[in-house]
């Protein structure tokens, strides 16, 4: 099985490249955020200041000859004469707020907009009843305001560049030694996966070779039982050859698993007849579904469910102590396939990490062999690539009953 050159750095590139853009759209909202904080205390302070020069330019007023710069002065006295500051803007002054404020004394504060441009006007009487107008040219402050921002957007694309390569750099130094590691462990899968897939083929090639031969020979009894038992050597050699397939497949991250209606009855009833023998050696008595049993059909991969049940059917067999029963169920759009037996159950501190790597590692409970805790393990990833889950259900009696629901493909047929 081959891959495309440098699928490794591509793979590494590609997140690399989304961890910089995930940093440079966090980064964008901080600046969008302290923009607008930024842009906002600007204004603010603005209109803070332009009030309280005008407000003070307006009470302090005795002529009309020098007000601040970019302001002008309306004064009337109480004759009823009104004067200007030079250069009062077309428009200006506002006569109705004049008459307002010397009828009721109540100062007025307004913005008027004039040919485009903004003012910040302010009328009040004086003790002397003068009534005193103030306009203040906020283009100025306009400008200033525009310019911030222009500096802030500026600065901010800048920062998001930075931010975009930096976040690149960085996932891409940060993901190399993972690479690394994951690179390794799926070349160790891939070669161990092709160096037993020889032998395993050898061994298939050898047991269709004695096959072939008693069945050219005159059969007895004697004969016909260990022609069964060829039989299922020559299944078991092509099931481990499929396995080591799928290995390979699945060490392969650029590699698309095929998506099959699988006939999980058909599946359950080659797991058990493979797993026949062993119970048998135990005593212990494999129940399944029956020949006239419907077909429950799944997306996915035969050779992966395959592994997901045997690998279930083995943990019950090691466990049960008389009886292990498989029973497959389809319903609102979802397949169960529910595998109890008979044993000591599973403890209450155990069921937390039961599909953990590793985590129920040690001797069986009743062959002595050496266990690594990897099975359960193994049937909850293949579960969720098929978009499904391995669940431990609660059961009144004695025993483990252990359940892969998966989605169904619609179709059930006899």
């Known amino acids: 099985m081959t891959r495309p050159p440098n699928s490794e750095s591509a793979l590494v590139r590609r997140a690399a490249l989304r961890l910089g853009l995930q940093a440079a759209l966090l980064a964008s909202m901080i600046v969008v955020l ?16 332009a009030t309280a020069l005008l407000h003070s330019a307006v009470a302090s007023a005795d002529d009309v000859i020098d007000p601040p710069a970019g302001a002008w002065l309306v004064m009337r006295n109480r004759a009823g004469t009104t004067t200007v500051s030079t250069g009062l ?7 109705g707020a004049l008459d307002r404020v010397a009828a009721s004394g109540v100062p007025e504060s307004a913005s008027v907009r004039l040919h485009g441009v903004e003012y910040r006007m302010e009328t009040l009487r004086q003790r002397d009843g003068t009534v005193v107008q ?21 600065c901010g694309g800048v920062g998001l560049l930075l931010a975009a390569v930096a976040g690149t750099w960085l996932g891409y130094r940060a993901l190399r ?5 994951l690179a390794l462990q799926r070349r160790f899968v891939a070669d161990a996966g092709h160096e037993l897939l020889t032998p395993v083929t050898l061994l298939n090639t050898r047991a269709q070779l004695i096959r072939r031969r008693l069945h050219s020979l005159e059969t007895d009894s004697k004969a016909d039982a260990v022609l069964r038992d060829v039989d299922g050597l020559v299944a078991d050699s092509t099931r481990l050859g499929e396995i080591l397939e799928d290995l390979l497949l699945a060490a392969d991250p650029t590699a698309a698993r095929a998506r099959l209606p699988v006939d999980l009855t058909e599946i359950i009833r080659g797991v058990l007849a493979a797993a026949g023998p062993a119970a048998a050696e135990r005593g212990i008595g494999l129940t399944g579904p029956q020949a006239d049993t419907p077909q429950v059909r799944v997306p996915g991969s035969p050779v992966a469910l395959g592994r997901a049940v045997t690998a279930l059917v083995d943990n019950a067999v090691r466990h049960a102590i008389h009886e292990v029963t498989v029973a497959v169920h389809a319903g609102n759009g979802q397949v169960a396939v529910d595998v109890l037996d008979d044993g000591s159950g599973i403890d209450a501190e155990s069921a937390p990490r039961l599909f953990e790597r590793f985590a129920s590692g040690g001797a069986g409970p009743t062959d002595g062999r050496r266990h690594y805790g990897l099975g359960l393990a193994l049937v909850s990833e293949i579960a969720a690539a098929h978009g499904g889950r391995v669940e431990l259900l609660a059961r009144p009696g004695p025993g483990a009953a252990l359940r892969i629901q998966l989605p169904s493909s619609g179709a059930h047929h006899r």
């Open 134 to 154: 103030g306009v203040l040219d906020l283009a100025a402050n306009h400008t200033e305001r525009d310019r911030l921002i222009a500096m802030l957007l500026l």
């Open 177 to 181: 030694p993972l690479s690394a590691a």
């Open 89 to 95: 803007p077309t428009g200006l002054p506002d006569i």
């Open 34 to 49: 302290l923009c607008a904080v930024a842009v906002a205390v600007v204004v603010t302070s603005q209109q803070h200041a």
